[in-house]
Structures are given as structure tokens and as C-alpha cells.
């Protein structure tokens, strides 16, 4: 990718993300990596990267153990590994060893599901294998602490074996000779002590004569001397010689060891960097944890969706000081490739500026970003920018020569695959003549086809954003009555950049601000106060939109809990109905179960019984068994019909009163009464009933009544 100026990245503050992502970095191979972190312009390598630092970034939120543990930093010894007649420290390879180890771990954790599970994570090891033979020649002659084993070799055990004898010989008789000059007070407080590799005795001073051998040394206090005895010079000459000899085979297993290894050269520089490459990943998904990046969707084309996205470095200043960040949305596409942001000054213009374009080079750096994962980010070539002030003492240059210089160098240089970013375009000069230039500028960008984000507070830029296609305005909200910006950005219309509001607020004279009104153009004046109004209409607007949804949401919740209390209340009747239609069913089975065993006992008696008379009664029994019950459900029938057309009222009887008759469950009329009893006419044909087996009933009105 191409900048401009040379200082465009530190301008954008992409080298404080360097910072950042590089303190993550374990291994020194990560961390170069992070300080010269590459910004790709080719789809697959981008999308690969991103995709790497979100499967790691799961990793982590699902607290999944990934096999990265050790931090090797190898690229010594692995150039020794290629350098004939070299020879690696047993130390040395037992960080090669890990280094082995590690790469067999990871190779293991990724088994079928995960690597389907995780595809783009599991490339880093995509061309390269795990080799058992290189830990196997390691084991074969070192120890778990890096010292070679003593059957590395049949001379190093010859060896070894050899000076252990001796090293026993030594002890015994040096013991027994430190115990011989103690008790003739010979010794000083510390018995014995090794000097040059030689075991000596510690002697007194005035006693040294007294001692036959070698002086080896004194104390610095010149008090004690330091003897080899006589009877073990010849031990130690031994000794020393087996041990230089010792040095001298395990200097040759360890050359040997390493010639053998160095075949494996290229396979093991190859693991350093596949270990590098996860801690780096693990760094830039640490990253996106810390300002919660995400990752959103890649296009092969010039184009800038921002959903919801915060400022890289302002969320994280704000999470430290527990302030609320405003998102931002921009988008920038073949139809809309120019916006103009205007609004008061300290409204957030240059860091809406700063969010797209740090934001755009991070994605194309392969990091996650603070945004929606439903933003949208395109793929550009260069990114120009001009913020601030670039005036050049070196080179005698104004401010407003400098602009216009990095505005020639836009115009030269843009294109369909430059996005640009230019902060109070035309300042610096006459407000006429530099809003001239400014219109021009933009003109001639926009016909480059190029995408980019302007900040003015010319009228003049705001009313052609307005007509010219390709080019839309955008306004930085701002309370007029706390004068506080609210850092959010409005696309569609300009903005006021309340000039006289502000003056206003903080007390100015009000005889100074009513002198200046007069000397600003009529019109220039009625349309910054119009900007004015529309946005603090629009901002009652929202806020009455807000409410309005509120409302709305409250309404869905109540409509959602009243028809769970219907259909609660639906479904308490239905197992009210069912619990009665099982008490129904229930009583059933035990009649009939009952029935069963009544019949089944007459059936026995029947069998039984021999005399005539006997079965006789067993039938009358067993007739009225049945008979009793038919009648039963013959009444129940009648009653429940009677039930559907009369109420039973009550009360004293009177002639021409419909009454029915407990007995029967018949309905009739009064047409008689005498004395207790009581003429009834049913249908055709009268009866005399008892007063006390007749209910009055009226007759219930049909729905046709009603």
C-alpha cells in the first residue's frame, strides 16, 4: 500500500496499534513481526489473517486451551545448526526439544474436528510435518537437564565408570587424612575445600610446614593455607585426567549429535516461525478482546460500510476511564463517494476521519476492528491524507502553499483505489478564494473516482455537496443549549457551525456579536441560522422517534405477557376439562368393574344353587342388577333433557304453574289443587300427583329470545 504524506501512518496513529499489539507478542519473531506489520492489498491474504485472529479469538472466549505454551526464542542456535563443525550446548538442545515437543502438540490438538472447525488456524502448519526422529536422536544421549547420558557412548561410560572409582578412592583416603591432622589441631575451621579442580585441606598458618604436599593457596586473611596432601596428588592426577578426557568425548557426542540434527535445519527454523506465527496470532486476537474487534465482512473493491464503529485507541482510553464511546457510521460506495463533514469546531470531525482510516488499515493488516461485525470494508491501494497543520519552515512554505501542494499531489496521484482524508479543506486563505479552490479540489477528486472524507465549515462546500452527485453532506451533532458536542455523526445534511450560539453562551458582549452579525453577509447568515434550526429540530425528531419506539417495545412486551396469560388461561380450562372427563371415565370403569364382579358372584351362585326356588331368586336379582341400571341411564337421560328446556324456580305451587315431576321427570300444568294432592295435565291426559313430588319450572328462553 502507498501513503501519503511519509508521516500518513503515525498521523492516523496506526504505530500506537503497532504498540499495542507488539506488548502481546511473546516471541521475538511476533514481535518483529508487529513492528513491521505488513498492510496486504490482496483479498486472501487479508481475509486469511482476519479469519486466523478470530478463530483464536474464540479460542480464548471459550476458554480453549491451545498448545503454544513455551516461548522459544531459537534463531542462534538454529544458525549454528547450519554451520559445519558446530556444536549446540546440551541446554541448546534441550530448547530445540521443547521446540519439537510443541510442534507434536499442536499437530495432536488439531484432530478432524478442529480442523474443520477451525480451517484457517490450522494452514499455519499447511506446509510443514512433524518429524519423531528429531526428539528421538535428542533422547537417545541427553537427560532431561541437558547433561549427555553416560551410555551415549562405550568410551563416556569407560569413562565415567573409571572416575567414579577413583572419585571413591579419593574420598575415603582424603577422609582419612583430614581426621588425622584434626585431632593433631592441624586444620582450620574448614576442614577441606576444592581449589584449580583439586580437592585440598585447610591448614592453620603457623602448621603448613608440618604438612607434606602441594600449597595450592591461602586465605585472604593469610591464616589458612591450602594443601594437597602428599598420598593424594596422585589420585587427583588421575582424576583430572579422566575428567579432561570426559570433557573431550561428550565435546564429541554433542558435535556428532549436531551434525545429525543438522539435516533437520530447515525443517526446525520452519517450526520456530509456525510458533511465531500462533503467538502472533494470539497477539491480535488478545488485541481485538481488549477494544472488542470483530470481524466483518471483505470486498475486492473500493468501498467503506462502518456499522456501530468506535475509534481503535479513543475505546480503549475510555474503558481505562470508564467513559461511554460514540459509534460511528459511515458508508462511502459508488453512489456516495465523497462526504463532507461540517459542525462545530471540537465536534469530533477529525476523529470521525481518524476511525475510518485507522479502522481501514487495521482490516487490511489483518486486525479486528471495534465495529459491527455487519460493516463492510473494501480494499484500497493508497491512502492520502492531509490533517493539520503541515506548514514547512524547512522549505519556506505557508500553510496554505503546503494544502495547496498536498492537494496537487491528490489530484496527480488519486484514483479508484485511493481513499483520502482532508481536514478543513481550503483553509488558510480568503474565505471566497480558498472555497473556490476547495469546490474545485473536490471536483476533480471525485471525477478520480476516488473515496474519501472531507471536514469544512465553507457554505459554499456544503450547498455543492448538496447538488453535486457523488458528493453527500454530513453534520456533527451539537447541543445548543449545554454547548456540548454529542460526537455523532448525521449523514444527509450540513451542519451549523454555531458561531454566534457559542459566542452567545459564554458571554460575550452581546454589542460585539451583533457588530460582527452586520458585517457577515445577509444570506450567509439566514442559511447558517437555518442549518442551525434544522438540526435542532431534527434532534427533537430523534428524540420523539426514540420515545416512540420505547413505546412500541413496551406495547409488543405487554401484548407478548397478556397472551401468555391467555394462553395460560386457555390451557388451565383444558386440564380442568380433561380432569373431568377422567373423573367421568374413572367412575365408569368402576361401575363397570363392580357389575363385573356382581354378575360374576350370581354367575357362581347359579352354578352352585340346586333348588328351583334358589335360581329364581338369582334371576330376580340379576334383573334387577341390569333392569335397575338400564332405568338408571333411561332417567339420567330425561333428566338431562329436562334440564335443557326448564329451570327449576320452587316455591309454593299455583294453579297454571308448569311443574315437573321428580318421580317420572315429566313436565305438566297445574289445573287443580286439592288439598295436598294435585291435578297435572300431560298432554292429553290428566293425573292426580302429591304436592311433594312436583318442583315449579319455567321454561328457558331460546337463543331466538334473547
Wanted: proline letters at 2%; glycine letters at 6%; hydrophobic letters at 40%.
Amino acid at each position: 500500500m502507498k501513503f501519503f504524506p511519509e508521516s500518513a501512518l503515525s498521523q492516523l496513529e496506526f504505530d500506537k496499534v503497532k504498540a499495542l499489539l507488539e506488548e502481546h507478542c511473546k516471541t521475538e519473531y511476533a514481535k518483529s513481526k508487529s513492528q513491521d506489520l505488513r498492510i496486504h492489498t490482496r483479498k486472501e491474504f487479508i481475509e486469511l489473517e482476519l479469519q486466523q485472529s478470530h478463530e483464536y479469538k474464540l479460542l480464548i472466549e471459550h476458554s480453549m486451551y491451545f498448545p503454544n505454551d513455551y516461548v522459544l526464542n531459537l534463531a542462534k542456535e538454529l544458525r549454528l545448526l547450519g554451520i559445519s563443525g558446530a556444536m549446540l550446548t546440551g541446554e541448546q538442545f534441550m530448547q530445540i526439544r521443547k521446540l519439537a515437543e510443541s510442534i507434536s502438540s499442536i499437530f495432536r490438538w488439531f484432530d478432524a474436528d478442529r480442523k474443520l472447525a477451525y480451517p484457517a488456524l490450522v494452514k499455519v502448519i499447511g506446509d510443514t510435518y512433524y518429524e519423531k526422529v528429531i526428539m528421538e536422536l535428542i533422547d537417545d544421549v541427553l537427560l532431561e537437564n541437558g547433561e549427555v547420558k553416560d551410555n551415549a557412548s562405550e568410551e563416556l561410560a569407560r569413562i565415567r565408570s573409571s572416575l567414579y572409582r577413583r572419585r571413591t578412592e579419593l574420598r575415603r583416603l582424603f577422609d582419612k587424612i583430614v581426621q588425622k591432622l584434626s585431632k593433631a589441631g592441624y586444620t582450620a575451621d574448614i576442614d577441606e575445600a576444592f581449589l584449580n579442580g583439586r580437592r585440598v585441606v585447610a591448614i592453620v598458618a603457623e602448621q603448613k610446614r608440618q604438612v607434606k604436599g602441594i600449597l595450592h593457596g591461602e586465605s585472604d586473611t593469610r591464616r589458612t593455607s591450602y594443601i594437597e596432601p602428599e598420598e593424594t596428588i596422585e589420585l587427583n592426577n588421575d582424576i583430572f585426567a579422566l575428567e579432561n578426557e570426559e570433557r573431550r568425548e561428550v565435546y564429541r557426542i554433542l558435535q556428532q549429535l549436531t551434525a545429525k540434527l543438522a539435516m533437520y535445519a530447515p525443517l526446525l527454523k520452519t517450526w520456530h516461525q509456525v510458533l511465531g506465527e500462533y503467538d502472533f496470532i494470539q497477539a491480535k486476537a488478545k488485541l481485538a478482546l481488549d477494544m472488542n474487534g470483530n470481524f466483518p465482512m471483505l470486498q475486492d473493491k473500493a468501498h467503506v460500510q462502518l456499522i456501530q464503529a468506535y475509534h481503535p485507541l479513543l475505546i480503549l482510553y475510555h474503558q481505562k476511564s470508564k467513559k461511554p464511546t460514540v459509534p460511528v457510521d459511515v458508508t462511502l460506495d459508488e453512489k456516495r463517494r465523497i462526504l463532507v463533514i461540517s459542525g462545530p469546531n471540537a465536534g469530533g470531525k477529525t476523529v470521525t476521519m481518524k476511525t475510518v482510516g485507522l479502522s481501514q488499515l487495521m482490516i487490511q493488516s489483518g486486525l479486528l476492528v471495534p465495529a459491527h461485525p455487519n460493516s463492510v470494508f473494501g480494499i484500497f491501494k493508497q491512502i492520502m491524507i492531509h490533517i493539520g497543520d503541515t506548514q514547512s519552515i524547512e522549505f519556506e512554505l505557508s500553510t496554505y502553499s503546503s494544502h495547496l501542494l498536498h492537494m496537487k499531489h491528490f489530484i496527480e496521484n488519486a484514483n479508484g483505489k485511493t481513499l483520502f482524508f482532508i481536514d478543513e479543506l481550503g483553509s488558510g486563505s480568503d474565505p471566497n478564494l480558498g472555497g473556490a479552490f476547495a469546490e474545485v479540489i473536490m471536483e476533480e477528486l471525485g471525477h478520480k473516482h476516488s473515496m474519501g472524507i472531507v471536514t469544512t465549515h465553507y457554505l459554499n462546500l456544503k450547498v455543492m455537496a448538496n447538488k453535486t452527485p457523488g458528493i453527500i453532506n454530513g453534520a456533527m451533532a451539537f447541543d445548543e443549549k449545554t454547548l456540548m458536542p454529542l460526537y455523532k455523526l448525521t449523514v444527509g445534511k450540513p451542519g451549523s457551525s454555531y458561531t454566534f450560539s457559542i459566542a452567545e453562551r459564554i458571554g460575550l458582549d452581546k454589542r460585539l456579536i451583533q457588530r460582527a452579525r452586520s458585517l457577515v453577509d445577509e444570506d450567509h447568515f439566514r442559511l447558517d441560522k437555518l442549518l442551525n434550526r434544522a438540526e435542532q429540530d431534527q434532534r427533537e425528531i430523534e428524540k420523539k422517534e426514540k420515545e416512540l419506539s420505547r413505546m412500541i417495545r413496551e406495547n409488543e412486551k405487554l401484548h407478548k405477557e397478556m397472551q401468555q396469560v391467555i394462553n395460560k388461561e386457555r390451557h388451565e380450562q383444558q386440564v380442568e376439562v380433561l380432569k373431568h372427563q377422567n373423573r367421568i371415565t374413572e367412575d365408569r370403569i368402576a361401575f363397570l368393574k363392580d357389575m363385573e364382579r356382581k354378575l360374576k358372584q350370581l354367575v357362581f351362585d347359579w352354578k352352585k344353587a340346586e333348588a328351583q326356588d334358589d335360581k329364581k331368586d338369582l334371576i330376580k336379582q340379576m334383573h334387577a342388577l341390569l333392569f335397575k341400571q338400564h332405568q338408571k341411564q333411561v332417567t339420567e337421560k330425561v333428566k338431562k333433557k329436562i334440564n335443557s328446556k326448564y329451570d327449576e324456580v320452587g316455591g309454593e305451587i299455583q294453579i297454571g304453574d308448569k311443574v315437573l315431576m321428580k318421580k317420572n321427570h315429566q313436565v305438566g300444568e297445574v289445573k287443580e289443587l286439592r288439598g295436598k294432592k294435585a291435578v297435572v295435565q300431560l298432554g292429553l291426559m290428566p293425573i292426580t300427583v302429591s304436592v311433594d313430588d312436583l318442583v315449579v319450572v319455567t321454561e328457558k328462553e331460546n337463543e331466538e329470545g334473547h
